[in-house]
């Protein structure tokens, strides 16, 4: 995904349950995608990109219904 000047991906890798973040300049950062909360997945994901210089926006509550509660 372009982000500003850099290209980044995130990939779930769900035989060694990790989801891994990376950039077209080699940094990468990873976490465990041990059982845990949406809420809780959500600002991982979220303090990993802020932590590598990406800031992005997403959605924060579903949009597939129609009282959503936050992640």
């Known amino acids: 995904m372009p982000h500003d000047t850099r290209r980044f991906h995130i990939d779930f890798d769900f035989i060694d349950h ?28 979220m303090t990993t990109l802020q932590e590598m210089a990406l800031g992005v926006d997403i959605w924060p509550a579903p949009v597939e219904v129609e009282t959503a509660p936050p992640f």
């Open 18 to 45: 990790t989801l891994r973040i990376g950039d077209d300049q080699g940094a990468q950062r990873s976490f465990p995608l041990d059982p845990m909360s949406v809420a809780t997945f959500y600002r991982t994901t």
